[in-house]
């Protein structure tokens, strides 16, 4: 194998490319991403740069240097359109093939969108460091701010907003936020959070339309409640960036269909990050994870699998974290079909809870209770029963 | 040779990834809730995992030192 390519330069991307060196892969490694600046760190767009800007070069991934220590050719600004496994080229835009030897697919997530009738300029969306950029701007000129889904990007956002000193309504369809992930319970908790805290949630509510009236918008919703709003922020979930592959002949199924070692349908192509669809045996379930800490380790997993040094199939315990106000949210394993839960602390400041399915316990959510969190973190590795757990 | 692992205190957020990645290392210090080392200078088995650390730190807060 001479040369690699790696399709996105995000984070899975870069700790692919990385860990093709670590591997002891001597051959040329290219790195192509959609975005014209250097791969940067995600998770603080929605938090820190988001209240207080974004420093420049404070949120890269690896300092400009260390490509060029590590041979790793970047190719930046670039959008693959598509790939051909039969002839092993990747089509840029622009006209361009790039030949493989072997392939790295990490193109991650893009940002669902919501739109609506005379809308246009007033809906954001935050996925990348340029709608960063933008909506630090728009929120500091604003004042008040509406945000369309009660997730984490949303709470996060709107947590961001009061920072600033905004006026900041949360409208999301479902009874109670974040209760498809988490639960209604733990959701609960999170609206209360937000209330006290300043932020008008509104559950079990939408948008009908929105009245546009100079500078200023109206949110109407559902129940006829009329919204003021200058700047909309709509946190409506994520879809793979995986239309590029659509005429590839790729097997895809919501996301990139792996094997147990992250292998696609195709020869010498592997994926990482949140196109990944594989079986994570420690949870005996096919998944794919959105996630910061899985799209490091499949980044860094994927490049030894390419290179035929993988010797375990790929398993997880995922993790993500979410920081809203003073809540230092971390959650640990699965939530999704939880037969039990058990909630083990819940004031003001803190939150524990634990998730059982099958007899085992298969997750947690912790708030500012971190040697909880480890403690959890190690019973559900270890696969506890959860009549045990209890005990945890 | 022998290597060391450390944290930069100033970095560290308390996302605890090391704690889950290698509790033989390190450990939460919930007083402050940041991450500690508990062992400076780990066996070379330990090595794979404390390079998992390493790059699965948030705040790139976790460094390994040669000596």
Redesign the interface.
């Known amino acids: 194998m001479r040369r690699v390519v790696v399709v996105g330069a995000s984070v899975a991307g870069v700790?692919a490319a990385?860990g093709l060196r670590?591997s002891g892969f001597d051959g040329e490694v290219i790195l192509v991403g959609a975005e014209n600046r250097l791969p940067y760190?995600r998770?603080p767009l929605s938090k820190t740069a988001l209240v207080e800007g974004l420093a420049a070069g404070e949120e890269l991934l690896r300092p400009v240097q260390w490509y060029a220590d590590n041979h790793i050719n970047l190719l930046l600004g670039r959008s693959a359109i598509g790939m051909d496994p039969g002839r092993r080229v990747v089509a840029l835009e622009g006209g361009e093939n790039l030949g493989y030897d072997g392939l790295i697919l990490a193109t991650g997530s893009s940002a669902r969108r919501f739109e609506y009738p005379g809308s246009d300029t007033l809906v954001h969306l935050l996925r990348t460091a340029e709608d960063c950029e933008r909506l630090h701007g728009t929120l500091r000129a604003g004042r008040h701010l509406v945000v369309i889904g009660a997730g984490f990007i949303g709470l996060e956002v709107a947590a961001a907003a009061r920072q600033i000193g905004m006026d900041v309504a949360v409208v999301e369809l479902a009874p109670v936020p974040l209760a498809r992930v988490l639960g209604d319970e733990v959701g609960t908790w999170f609206q209360g959070f937000h209330e006290r805290n300043g932020v008008e949630v509104f559950c079990g509510n939408a948008v009908s339309h929105v009245e546009r009236t100079g500078a200023i918008g109206k949110v109407h919703l559902r129940d006829g409640s009329v919204l003021a709003a200058d700047v909309i922020v709509a946190g409506v979930g994520s879809v793979p960036a995986i239309g590029w592959l659509s005429g590839s002949g790729l097997a895809l199924t919501d996301g990139v269909v792996c094997d147990a070692y992250l292998r696609t349908s195709a020869p010498d192509v592997v994926a990482a990050g949140d196109i990944v669809r594989w079986y994570n045996p420690l949870f005996d379930e096919e998944m794919r994870i959105e996630q910061?800490?899985n799209a490091?380790?499949q980044g860094?997993y994927a490049a030894q699998s390419l290179l035929g040094l993988a010797d375990e199939p790929y398993s997880a315990?995922p993790?993500f974290?979410s920081d809203q106000f003073t809540a230092?949210m971390?959650f640990?394993g699965r939530a999704n079909a939880a037969q039990h839960i058990d909630v083990r602390q819940s004031d003001e400041k803190r939150l524990v809870a634990a998730y059982g399915r099958d007899g085992v316990v298969c997750g947690a959510v912790c708030v500012?209770a971190?040697?909880q969190?480890?403690k959890l973190?190690?019973a559900i590795a270890g696969r506890v029963a959860w009549e045990d757990a209890v005990s945890v | 040779m022998s290597w060391r692992v450390s944290i930069d205190p100033r970095a560290c957020q308390g996302y605890a990834c090391c704690v889950m990645t290698a509790p033989e290392v390190f450990a939460m210090d919930d007083e402050v809730g940041k991450a500690i080392v508990t062992q400076p200078a780990p066996d070379d088995s330990l090595r794979d995992l404390c390079e998992k650390a390493v790059r699965g730190c948030p705040t790139h807060a976790i460094s390994i030192a040669e000596l």
């Open positions: 700790h990385e670590d760190d998770p910061w800490t490091v380790e860094h315990v993790y974290w230092r971390r640990v500012n971190p040697g969190l480890i973190q190690q």
